[in-house]
């Protein structure tokens, strides 16, 4: 079972950026890949980002490959989300989620936490 805490979220500017943190329950969160995933209202939730349990590997979306950066810190037991270069776009409720493999659709993705709100003003 992991727990999963999101913070970070707020308001800011066009071309502002935000850390988003995830904080993780448990003593086996290094054991999980963990992923970044938003929901804008009206729209179906989307993956953002991923990295896996040695934070060696991360795979991104098209929209925000360059400009996101997702790391982790097992002894911390948290998975960060670095946004950058943040456009009004972005606004969305971010969430993070825990799965037992790499994974990058939401389904695959066993717990999630209870979102973080981002909304970037143009």
């Known amino acids: 079972q992991v727990q999963l805490v999101e913070s970070g979220g707020g308001l800011v500017q066009a071309g502002g950026s935000l850390r988003l943190s995830c904080a993780a329950s448990?003593?086996?969160?290094?054991?999980?890949?963990m992923g970044w995933f938003r929901q804008a209202p009206g729209k179906e939730r989307e993956f953002v980002a991923a990295?896996?349990?040695?934070?060696?590997?991360?795979y991104y979306a098209n929209s925000v490959k360059g400009r996101f950066t997702i790391s982790r810190d097992n002894a911390k037991n948290t998975v960060y989300l670095q946004m950058n270069s943040l456009k009004p776009e972005d606004t969305a409720v971010y969430y993070c989620?825990?799965?037992?493999?790499?994974?990058?659709?939401?389904?695959?993705?066993?717990?999630w936490g209870q979102g973080t709100q981002v909304t970037v003003s143009s």
């Open positions: 989620a825990a799965a037992t493999y790499f994974a990058t659709t939401d389904h695959e993705y066993d717990y």
């Open positions: 448990g003593r086996t969160f290094s054991r999980y890949a």
């Open positions: 990295i896996n349990w040695t934070g060696r590997t991360t």
